[in-house]
Protein backbone atom coordinates (compact mmCIF):
# COMPACT_ATOMS: atom_id res chain seq x y z
CA UNK A 1 0.00 0.00 0.00
CA UNK A 2 1.85 3.18 -1.01
CA UNK A 3 0.83 6.29 1.15
CA UNK A 4 0.48 10.14 1.60
CA UNK A 5 1.93 9.88 5.02
CA UNK A 6 5.36 10.34 5.56
CA UNK A 7 6.40 9.03 8.46
CA UNK A 8 9.75 9.05 9.32
CA UNK A 9 12.14 6.57 11.26
CA UNK A 10 11.89 6.48 15.01
CA UNK A 11 12.89 9.02 17.31
CA UNK A 12 11.60 11.77 15.16
CA UNK A 13 8.21 13.50 14.61
CA UNK A 14 5.32 12.54 12.27
CA UNK A 15 4.92 15.06 9.41
CA UNK A 16 1.49 16.02 8.98
CA UNK A 17 0.44 19.08 7.42
CA UNK A 18 -2.45 20.36 9.50
CA UNK A 19 -3.20 19.14 13.31
CA UNK A 20 -7.00 18.47 13.33
CA UNK A 21 -9.21 21.09 16.06
CA UNK A 22 -10.36 19.30 19.25
CA UNK A 23 -13.77 19.05 18.30
CA UNK A 24 -12.23 16.67 15.40
CA UNK A 25 -10.59 14.24 17.96
CA UNK A 26 -11.86 11.22 18.38
CA UNK A 27 -11.44 9.66 21.87
CA UNK A 28 -10.79 6.62 23.02
CA UNK A 29 -13.60 5.62 25.09
CA UNK A 30 -16.53 8.45 25.41
CA UNK A 31 -18.81 8.01 28.94
CA UNK A 32 -20.68 11.47 28.40
CA UNK A 33 -23.16 10.27 26.27
CA UNK A 34 -23.99 6.79 28.07
CA UNK A 35 -24.37 8.99 31.06
CA UNK A 36 -26.25 11.26 29.81
CA UNK A 37 -28.62 8.81 28.63
CA UNK A 38 -29.25 7.51 32.61
CA UNK A 39 -29.17 10.87 34.10
CA UNK A 40 -32.52 11.75 35.17
CA UNK A 41 -32.71 8.48 36.33
CA UNK A 42 -29.98 8.22 38.38
CA UNK A 43 -30.49 11.61 39.85
CA UNK A 44 -34.02 10.35 41.38
CA UNK A 45 -32.25 7.38 42.47
CA UNK A 46 -29.65 9.16 44.06
CA UNK A 47 -32.41 11.12 45.74
CA UNK A 48 -34.26 8.11 47.23
CA UNK A 49 -30.78 7.31 48.75
CA UNK A 50 -30.22 10.41 50.01
CA UNK A 51 -33.36 10.49 51.91
CA UNK A 52 -33.07 6.40 52.98
CA UNK A 53 -29.78 7.68 54.59
CA UNK A 54 -28.80 4.20 53.53
CA UNK A 55 -25.41 4.88 52.33
CA UNK A 56 -23.80 1.41 52.50
CA UNK A 57 -25.38 -1.60 51.48
CA UNK A 58 -29.11 -1.67 52.28
CA UNK A 59 -32.28 -1.98 50.02
CA UNK A 60 -30.66 -1.01 46.95
CA UNK A 61 -27.51 -2.63 46.90
CA UNK A 62 -29.22 -5.68 47.55
CA UNK A 63 -32.00 -5.55 44.28
CA UNK A 64 -28.57 -5.02 42.15
CA UNK A 65 -26.96 -7.90 43.42
CA UNK A 66 -30.41 -9.59 42.72
CA UNK A 67 -30.35 -8.21 39.18
CA UNK A 68 -26.44 -8.80 38.20
CA UNK A 69 -26.95 -12.47 40.09
CA UNK A 70 -30.25 -12.82 37.51
CA UNK A 71 -28.01 -11.48 34.58
CA UNK A 72 -25.12 -13.74 35.36
CA UNK A 73 -27.36 -16.64 35.28
CA UNK A 74 -25.44 -17.13 38.92
CA UNK A 75 -28.00 -17.89 42.00
CA UNK A 76 -25.79 -15.39 44.27
CA UNK A 77 -24.06 -11.93 43.66
CA UNK A 78 -22.23 -10.36 46.30
CA UNK A 79 -21.33 -6.52 45.72
CA UNK A 80 -17.92 -5.20 46.80
CA UNK A 81 -15.51 -2.00 46.28
CA UNK A 82 -13.78 -2.87 43.53
CA UNK A 83 -12.52 -6.09 41.01
CA UNK A 84 -9.72 -6.42 42.77
CA UNK A 85 -11.16 -6.76 45.93
CA UNK A 86 -13.81 -9.09 43.76
CA UNK A 87 -10.96 -11.43 42.96
CA UNK A 88 -9.10 -11.14 46.31
CA UNK A 89 -12.02 -11.96 48.16
CA UNK A 90 -13.15 -14.88 45.82
CA UNK A 91 -9.57 -16.45 46.71
CA UNK A 92 -9.56 -16.05 50.25
CA UNK A 93 -13.35 -17.41 50.08
CA UNK A 94 -12.03 -20.65 48.08
CA UNK A 95 -9.40 -21.09 51.07
CA UNK A 96 -6.36 -20.10 49.14
CA UNK A 97 -3.55 -18.28 50.98
CA UNK A 98 -0.06 -18.51 52.15
CA UNK A 99 1.84 -21.16 50.39
CA UNK A 100 -0.58 -21.68 47.63
CA UNK A 101 0.14 -20.83 44.21
CA UNK A 102 -2.50 -19.57 41.55
CA UNK A 103 -1.96 -19.54 37.43
CA UNK A 104 -2.75 -16.10 36.24
CA UNK A 105 -1.81 -15.17 32.42
CA UNK A 106 0.90 -12.83 32.29
CA UNK A 107 -1.40 -10.83 29.81
CA UNK A 108 -4.08 -9.06 31.99
CA UNK A 109 -3.76 -5.52 34.07
CA UNK A 110 -1.54 -5.70 37.30
CA UNK A 111 -4.83 -6.13 39.46
CA UNK A 112 -5.15 -9.87 38.87
CA UNK A 113 -1.97 -11.04 40.40
CA UNK A 114 -2.31 -8.24 42.70
CA UNK A 115 -5.14 -10.18 44.52
CA UNK A 116 -3.81 -13.21 44.45
CA UNK A 117 -0.90 -11.19 46.42
CA UNK A 118 -3.09 -9.68 48.60
CA UNK A 119 -4.92 -13.12 49.77
CA UNK A 120 -1.33 -14.34 50.50
CA UNK A 121 -0.97 -16.74 47.49
CA UNK A 122 2.08 -16.54 45.64
CA UNK A 123 1.05 -15.88 41.46
CA UNK A 124 2.43 -17.92 38.75
CA UNK A 125 2.49 -16.54 35.30
CA UNK A 126 1.24 -18.40 32.10
CA UNK A 127 1.76 -17.50 28.58
CA UNK A 128 -1.53 -16.64 26.38
CA UNK A 129 -2.42 -17.86 22.59
CA UNK A 130 -1.11 -16.07 19.94
CA UNK A 131 -4.50 -15.34 17.70
CA UNK A 132 -6.77 -14.12 21.36
CA UNK A 133 -3.95 -13.45 23.70
CA UNK A 134 -6.38 -15.22 26.49
CA UNK A 135 -5.08 -18.11 28.71
CA UNK A 136 -5.12 -21.62 27.21
CA UNK A 137 -5.40 -25.27 28.06
CA UNK A 138 -1.84 -25.66 26.89
CA UNK A 139 -0.42 -22.40 28.44
CA UNK A 140 -2.30 -23.16 31.78
CA UNK A 141 -0.97 -26.98 32.08
CA UNK A 142 2.52 -25.62 31.19
CA UNK A 143 2.34 -23.23 34.69
CA UNK A 144 1.34 -26.06 36.95
CA UNK A 145 3.87 -27.01 39.72
CA UNK A 146 2.89 -29.20 43.19
CA UNK A 147 1.46 -26.43 44.56
CA UNK A 148 -0.97 -25.27 41.96
CA UNK A 149 -4.38 -24.77 43.59
CA UNK A 150 -5.81 -22.45 41.06
CA UNK A 151 -6.25 -20.56 38.18
CA UNK A 152 -7.76 -17.21 37.32
CA UNK A 153 -8.73 -16.97 33.95
CA UNK A 154 -9.09 -13.31 32.66
CA UNK A 155 -11.86 -12.79 30.13
CA UNK A 156 -9.47 -10.14 28.50
CA UNK A 157 -10.37 -7.48 26.38
CA UNK A 158 -14.63 -8.60 26.49
CA UNK A 159 -13.68 -12.20 25.48
CA UNK A 160 -14.52 -15.30 27.20
CA UNK A 161 -11.26 -17.83 27.33
CA UNK A 162 -11.65 -21.63 26.05
CA UNK A 163 -13.29 -22.76 29.25
CA UNK A 164 -13.98 -26.23 28.05
CA UNK A 165 -10.16 -27.01 27.91
CA UNK A 166 -9.81 -25.01 30.65
CA UNK A 167 -12.04 -26.93 33.10
CA UNK A 168 -10.60 -30.15 32.14
CA UNK A 169 -7.67 -29.38 32.79
CA UNK A 170 -8.40 -27.74 36.26
CA UNK A 171 -10.62 -30.79 36.96
CA UNK A 172 -7.89 -32.96 36.46
CA UNK A 173 -5.39 -31.52 38.85
CA UNK A 174 -7.96 -30.72 41.51
CA UNK A 175 -7.78 -26.65 41.14
CA UNK A 176 -10.09 -24.16 41.34
CA UNK A 177 -11.12 -22.01 38.50
CA UNK A 178 -11.75 -18.11 39.26
CA UNK A 179 -12.57 -16.21 36.20
CA UNK A 180 -11.68 -12.45 35.97
CA UNK A 181 -14.72 -10.66 34.21
CA UNK A 182 -13.38 -7.35 35.19
CA UNK A 183 -13.60 -6.48 31.05
CA UNK A 184 -16.26 -9.34 30.13
CA UNK A 185 -19.77 -7.59 31.23
CA UNK A 186 -22.65 -10.09 29.39
CA UNK A 187 -19.92 -12.28 27.47
CA UNK A 188 -21.11 -15.33 26.43
CA UNK A 189 -18.91 -18.60 25.85
CA UNK A 190 -21.75 -21.51 24.15
CA UNK A 191 -24.59 -19.76 25.85
CA UNK A 192 -23.39 -19.23 29.05
CA UNK A 193 -22.39 -15.47 30.45
CA UNK A 194 -18.96 -14.76 31.88
CA UNK A 195 -19.15 -15.08 35.97
CA UNK A 196 -21.13 -18.42 35.43
CA UNK A 197 -18.57 -20.63 33.67
CA UNK A 198 -15.62 -21.75 36.99
CA UNK A 199 -16.33 -21.95 40.59
CA UNK A 200 -16.58 -18.15 40.93
CA UNK A 201 -16.77 -14.88 38.89
CA UNK A 202 -15.23 -11.56 39.67
CA UNK A 203 -16.03 -8.02 37.64
CA UNK A 204 -15.40 -4.68 38.34
CA UNK A 205 -17.68 -1.96 37.76
CA UNK A 206 -14.83 0.66 37.24
CA UNK A 207 -16.14 3.83 35.17
CA UNK A 208 -14.86 2.62 32.04
CA UNK A 209 -15.67 -0.94 31.96
CA UNK A 210 -18.28 -1.99 29.84
CA UNK A 211 -20.93 -1.47 33.20
CA UNK A 212 -19.13 1.16 34.68
CA UNK A 213 -20.37 3.33 38.01
CA UNK A 214 -19.35 6.65 38.95
CA UNK A 215 -17.02 5.45 41.12
CA UNK A 216 -15.43 2.02 42.44
CA UNK A 217 -17.33 -0.87 42.21
CA UNK A 218 -17.34 -4.43 41.70
CA UNK A 219 -19.15 -8.06 42.22
CA UNK A 220 -18.52 -12.30 43.20
CA UNK A 221 -20.92 -14.40 41.50
CA UNK A 222 -21.06 -17.68 42.12
CA UNK A 223 -23.93 -20.75 42.62
CA UNK A 224 -22.26 -21.84 45.89
CA UNK A 225 -23.97 -20.63 48.86
CA UNK A 226 -21.19 -21.08 51.42
CA UNK A 227 -18.79 -19.21 49.41
CA UNK A 228 -21.24 -16.44 48.86
CA UNK A 229 -22.17 -16.28 52.87
CA UNK A 230 -18.34 -16.37 53.48
CA UNK A 231 -17.63 -13.28 50.81
CA UNK A 232 -20.85 -11.34 52.12
CA UNK A 233 -18.98 -12.03 55.76
CA UNK A 234 -15.71 -10.95 54.79
CA UNK A 235 -16.64 -7.89 52.75
CA UNK A 236 -17.96 -6.44 55.84
CA UNK A 237 -15.13 -6.73 58.27
CA UNK A 238 -16.02 -10.78 59.04
CA UNK A 239 -19.39 -9.80 60.80
CA UNK A 240 -21.76 -12.39 61.02
CA UNK A 241 -25.18 -11.94 58.94
CA UNK A 242 -28.01 -10.59 61.72
CA UNK A 243 -25.29 -9.98 64.52
CA UNK A 244 -23.45 -6.47 64.44
CA UNK A 245 -21.05 -7.69 67.07
CA UNK A 246 -20.22 -11.55 66.34
CA UNK A 247 -17.16 -11.14 63.78
CA UNK A 248 -16.50 -15.36 63.23
CA UNK A 249 -14.07 -14.41 59.74
CA UNK A 250 -11.06 -12.29 59.38
CA UNK A 251 -12.82 -9.74 57.34
CA UNK A 252 -12.17 -6.44 55.66
CA UNK A 253 -14.17 -3.40 54.48
CA UNK A 254 -15.18 -3.47 50.75
CA UNK A 255 -18.67 -3.05 51.14
CA UNK A 256 -20.33 -1.17 48.11
CA UNK A 257 -22.10 1.38 48.69
CA UNK A 258 -25.69 2.20 47.66
CA UNK A 259 -24.79 5.81 45.49
CA UNK A 260 -23.08 2.84 42.83
CA UNK A 261 -25.48 0.31 43.10
CA UNK A 262 -28.27 3.13 41.82
CA UNK A 263 -26.11 4.09 38.76
CA UNK A 264 -25.23 0.13 38.19
CA UNK A 265 -29.13 -0.39 38.25
CA UNK A 266 -29.89 2.34 36.05
CA UNK A 267 -27.43 1.54 33.41
CA UNK A 268 -28.16 -2.13 33.62
CA UNK A 269 -31.24 -1.98 31.35
CA UNK A 270 -29.15 -0.52 28.53
CA UNK A 271 -25.98 -2.98 28.91
CA UNK A 272 -27.17 -5.03 26.23
CA UNK A 273 -28.10 -2.07 23.40
CA UNK A 274 -24.39 -0.90 24.62
CA UNK A 275 -22.95 -4.08 23.72
CA UNK A 276 -24.48 -4.55 20.20
CA UNK A 277 -23.23 -1.09 19.52
CA UNK A 278 -19.86 -2.10 20.42
CA UNK A 279 -20.28 -5.52 18.41
CA UNK A 280 -21.55 -3.74 15.42
CA UNK A 281 -18.37 -1.30 15.46
CA UNK A 282 -16.08 -4.00 16.00
CA UNK A 283 -17.45 -5.97 13.02
CA UNK A 284 -17.03 -2.40 10.59
CA UNK A 285 -13.36 -2.28 12.09
CA UNK A 286 -12.95 -5.99 10.81
CA UNK A 287 -14.39 -4.88 7.44
CA UNK A 288 -13.07 -1.89 6.86
CA UNK A 289 -9.08 -3.42 8.09
CA UNK A 290 -9.67 -6.78 6.36
CA UNK A 291 -6.86 -6.97 3.73
CA UNK A 292 -4.31 -4.46 4.90
CA UNK A 293 -1.42 -3.83 7.02
CA UNK A 294 -3.07 -4.13 10.28
CA UNK A 295 -3.91 -7.03 12.10
CA UNK A 296 -7.21 -7.30 15.15
CA UNK A 297 -6.72 -9.68 18.17
CA UNK A 298 -8.66 -12.52 16.67
CA UNK A 299 -12.75 -12.81 17.92
CA UNK A 300 -12.78 -16.83 18.26
CA UNK A 301 -16.26 -16.41 20.72
CA UNK A 302 -19.02 -16.93 17.78
CA UNK A 303 -20.24 -14.45 18.69
CA UNK A 304 -20.18 -13.38 22.62
CA UNK A 305 -17.22 -11.03 22.25
CA UNK A 306 -18.11 -7.73 24.25
CA UNK A 307 -15.84 -5.60 22.84
CA UNK A 308 -14.41 -3.68 25.72
CA UNK A 309 -11.46 -3.00 23.82
CA UNK A 310 -10.64 -3.64 20.45
CA UNK A 311 -7.18 -4.16 20.02
CA UNK A 312 -4.61 -4.44 16.96
CA UNK A 313 -1.13 -5.67 16.68
CA UNK A 314 0.88 -3.16 14.26
CA UNK A 315 4.30 -2.63 13.26
CA UNK A 316 6.05 0.22 15.24
CA UNK A 317 3.63 0.49 17.46
CA UNK A 318 4.90 3.57 19.77
CA UNK A 319 5.47 5.32 16.52
CA UNK A 320 2.45 4.83 14.65
CA UNK A 321 0.49 5.73 17.89
CA UNK A 322 1.79 9.23 18.15
CA UNK A 323 0.87 9.53 14.45
CA UNK A 324 -2.42 9.03 15.19
CA UNK A 325 -2.45 10.94 18.22
CA UNK A 326 -0.99 13.95 16.25
CA UNK A 327 -4.21 13.12 13.54
CA UNK A 328 -6.27 13.86 16.39
CA UNK A 329 -7.24 9.53 16.97
CA UNK A 330 -6.57 8.61 20.90
CA UNK A 331 -5.75 5.08 21.51
CA UNK A 332 -4.88 3.22 24.74
CA UNK A 333 -2.41 -0.02 25.55
CA UNK A 334 -3.63 -3.26 27.35
CA UNK A 335 -0.85 -3.84 27.88
CA UNK A 336 2.63 -2.79 27.23
CA UNK A 337 4.57 -3.92 29.94
CA UNK A 338 3.44 -7.88 31.10
CA UNK A 339 2.53 -8.45 33.98
CA UNK A 340 5.79 -11.76 35.13
CA UNK A 341 7.73 -8.47 34.10
CA UNK A 342 6.75 -6.02 36.57
CA UNK A 343 9.24 -6.18 39.57
CA UNK A 344 6.60 -7.17 42.68
CA UNK A 345 6.76 -9.98 40.49
CA UNK A 346 10.27 -10.98 39.70
CA UNK A 347 10.53 -14.83 39.84
CA UNK A 348 6.83 -15.81 39.38
CA UNK A 349 7.54 -16.97 35.74
CA UNK A 350 9.65 -19.75 34.65
CA UNK A 351 11.53 -17.55 32.28
CA UNK A 352 10.46 -15.89 29.37
CA UNK A 353 6.96 -15.80 28.07
CA UNK A 354 7.00 -15.61 24.19
CA UNK A 355 3.54 -14.87 23.26
CA UNK A 356 2.84 -12.02 26.10
CA UNK A 357 6.28 -10.76 25.44
CA UNK A 358 6.13 -9.92 22.10
CA UNK A 359 2.63 -8.91 21.64
CA UNK A 360 3.38 -6.20 24.63
CA UNK A 361 5.22 -4.77 21.90
CA UNK A 362 2.56 -4.58 19.06
CA UNK A 363 -0.64 -3.99 20.70
CA UNK A 364 -2.57 -1.52 20.31
CA UNK A 365 -6.28 -0.40 21.54
CA UNK A 366 -8.36 1.57 18.86
CA UNK A 367 -11.41 3.98 19.94
CA UNK A 368 -14.59 1.64 21.18
CA UNK A 369 -17.39 3.03 22.93
CA UNK A 370 -21.10 2.27 22.61
CA UNK A 371 -21.56 6.12 20.92
CA UNK A 372 -18.80 5.83 18.43
CA UNK A 373 -20.28 6.24 14.88
CA UNK A 374 -19.60 4.46 11.74
CA UNK A 375 -17.72 7.85 10.28
CA UNK A 376 -15.54 7.90 13.26
CA UNK A 377 -14.39 3.95 13.04
CA UNK A 378 -13.86 4.90 8.53
CA UNK A 379 -11.75 7.77 10.19
CA UNK A 380 -9.90 5.28 12.27
CA UNK A 381 -9.06 2.76 10.01
CA UNK A 382 -8.26 5.15 6.70
CA UNK A 383 -5.61 6.67 8.99
CA UNK A 384 -4.09 4.16 11.12
CA UNK A 385 -3.85 1.66 7.62
CA UNK A 386 -1.69 4.79 6.20
CA UNK A 387 0.22 5.61 8.79
CA UNK A 388 0.96 1.17 9.25
CA UNK A 389 1.71 1.29 5.63
CA UNK A 390 3.98 4.23 6.05
CA UNK A 391 6.08 2.93 9.13
CA UNK A 392 6.43 -0.34 6.97
CA UNK A 393 7.67 1.38 3.89
CA UNK A 394 9.77 3.78 5.80
CA UNK A 395 11.40 0.36 7.92
CA UNK A 396 11.48 -1.31 4.71
CA UNK A 397 13.75 1.45 2.87
C1 LIG B 1 -8.70 -7.63 33.92
C2 LIG B 1 -8.91 -6.79 35.13
N1 LIG B 1 -8.86 -7.38 36.35
C3 LIG B 1 -9.05 -6.69 37.49
C4 LIG B 1 -9.31 -5.34 37.47
C5 LIG B 1 -9.43 -4.60 38.77
O1 LIG B 1 -10.62 -3.91 38.92
P1 LIG B 1 -10.68 -2.59 39.85
O2 LIG B 1 -9.93 -1.51 39.15
O3 LIG B 1 -12.15 -2.32 39.95
O4 LIG B 1 -10.08 -2.96 41.15
C6 LIG B 1 -9.41 -4.69 36.23
C7 LIG B 1 -9.74 -3.25 36.18
O5 LIG B 1 -9.14 -2.42 35.62
C8 LIG B 1 -9.19 -5.43 35.03
O6 LIG B 1 -9.24 -4.85 33.83
Not at 93 to 116: K, M
Not at 161 to 178: E, K, N, Q, T, Y
Not at 192 to 203: E, I, K, M
Request: hydrophobic share 45%; proline share 5%.
Amino acid sequence: MTSTHRLPPSGTQCLLSARPTPTDRIPFADLAAMTREVREEVEASFAQVLDSGRFIGGEVVERFEQDWAAHCRTAHAVGVANGTDALQLALRGLGIGPGDEVVVPANTFVATAEAVVLAGATPRFADVGPDTLLLTAATLEAALTPRTRAVVVVHLYGQIADMDAIARVAAASGLAVVEDAAQAHGAVWRGRPAGSLGDVGCFSFYPGKNLGAFGDAGAVVTDDADLAHRIRCTRDHGRAQGSHHEHPFLGTNSRMDALQAAVLSAKLPRLAAWTSARQLRAEQYRTELSGGPVRLVDDASGGGHVYHLLVARVHARDRVRSALDQAGIETGLHYPRPCHLQLPYTGCADGALPVTEQAAGEILSLPMFPHLTAEQVTRVCDQLQEIVAAAVDADVA
